[in-house]
Every structure is written in structure tokens, then in C-alpha cells.
Nanobody, 116 residues
């Protein structure tokens, strides 16, 4: 069965960095685009970044562009989100999901808290 497992979340001070990972199994990883979403406290879920199956194409939400970098390693069936210059507004549960614009499977999420 399809599984997506996020890791790498935690507590970080403003201006700090974290790298999230999403380990995938149960499908042909290199055939699918992937996305990161997040949901902050009291907020709606929003797309953060997406990456094509080859990794050539990427898209970012305006709020994270220039600070976050999405990448993938098809040999390891893993997607990453490098988050730099973190702000309190980035506090959220971060989810990885299969798909570019239609997302059919979701991970359980990993909490990112940005606070001093």
C-alpha cells in the first residue's frame, strides 16, 4: 500500500533552518509529482511547494519562495524540504502528498514550531 512518512520537524528559533524528509513506499516513486502542504493553527491547509516526477519542475507558494527548497532523490524514494530563514508564521504541521495538483495520498504530518 502507498505510504508517505514525514520526519525532521521540531522546534527552531526564528531565522533557523530545518530539513524535512518524506520517505515513500508502495508505488513507483519516479512516476509521480509530489507536494508539501502545511496547516498552521487556526489556518486552512495550504500548498507550500511541489516538484515534478523528474525533479526538473518546481513551484513554491509566495510566502516561502526564496527561503524553502524542495528536492527529491528518486534512488532513495525520498522527497525533501529545506527550510531556511524560518519565521513564526511558518509554524504548522507539514504534510507530504503524492501528486502535483491532484493529491491522492497524504502522510501523517510532522510538526514545525518556530519560536524563541
Amino acid at each position: 500500500q502507498v505510504q508517505l512518512v514525514e520526519s525532521g520537524g521540531g522546534l527552531v528559533q526564528p531565522g533557523g533552518s530545518l530539513r524535512l524528509s518524506c520517505a515513500a513506499s508502495g508505488f513507483t516513486f519516479s512516476s509521480y509529482g509530489l507536494s508539501w502542504y502545511r496547516q498552521g493553527p487556526g489556518k486552512e491547509r495550504e500548498m507550500v511547494a511541489r516538484i515534478s516526477n523528474t525533479g526538473v519542475a518546481t513551484r513554491y507558494a509566495a510566502a516561502v519562495k526564496g527561503r524553502f527548497t524542495i528536492s527529491r532523490d528518486n534512488a532513495k524514494n525520498t522527497m525533501y524540504l529545506q527550510m531556511n530563514s524560518l519565521e513564526p508564521e511558518d509554524t504548522a504541521v507539514y504534510y507530504c502528498t503524492r501528486g502535483w495538483d491532484v493529491n491522492d495520498y497524504w502522510g501523517q504530518g510532522t510538526q514545525v514550531t518556530v519560536s524563541s
